[in-house]
C-alpha cells in the first residue's frame, strides 16, 4: 500500500516561499498523477495542482497559477509544490494524494484522489 508523507510547511510573509514535499514509499509512485489539496479552517478541502505520472501534464487552480509549481522525482519518489508569492489567503493544511487511476491523465476532483498524506500546515502572515 503506497504511503505518502507531507513535509516542508510552516510561517512565512506574505510574498515568501515555501517548498512542500511529499514522500512516498510502499508502491509504485511512478505510474499515477499526484495531486496537492488544500484545507483551510472552517472550509472544505480544494484543489490545488496535479501532475501527470510522467510530467508532461500539470494542472492548477485558478488563484496559484503562476505561483505555485508542482513537480515530481520519480527515481526517489517524491513530489514538490514551490510556493511563491504566498498570500494569506493560501494559509491551509496542505495535502498530497495519489490518483486511483494507473498511468491516467491527471485529474482535479478530490474522489479521483487515495493514498492522503497527514498534511503540512502552512501559514502566511500579512
Known amino acids: 500500500q503506497l504511503q505518502l508523507v507531507e513535509s516542508g510547511g510552516g510561517l512565512v510573509q506574505t510574498g515568501g516561499s515555501l517548498r512542500l514535499s511529499c514522500a512516498a514509499s510502499?508502491?509504485?509512485?511512478?505510474?499515477?498523477?499526484v495531486g496537492w489539496f488544500r484545507q483551510a479552517p472552517g472550509k472544505e478541502r480544494e484543489f490545488v495542482a496535479t501532475?501527470?505520472?510522467?510530467?508532461?501534464?500539470?494542472y492548477y487552480r485558478d488563484s496559484v497559477q503562476g505561483r505555485f509549481t508542482i513537480s515530481r522525482d520519480n527515481a526517489n519518489n517524491i513530489a514538490y509544490l514551490q510556493m511563491n508569492n504566498l498570500k494569506p489567503e493560501d494559509t491551509a493544511v496542505y495535502y498530497c494524494?495519489?490518483?486511483?487511476?494507473?498511468?491516467?491523465?491527471?485529474?482535479?476532483?478530490?474522489?479521483?484522489?487515495?493514498?492522503w498524506g497527514q498534511g503540512t500546515q502552512v501559514t502566511v502572515s500579512s
Open positions: 494524494a495519489t490518483d486511483r487511476l494507473r498511468m491516467g491523465v491527471p485529474r482535479r476532483n478530490i474522489p479521483s484522489y487515495e493514498n
Open positions: 510502499g508502491g509504485t509512485f511512478s505510474r499515477y498523477a
Open positions: 501532475i501527470s505520472w510522467n510530467s508532461l501534464t500539470a
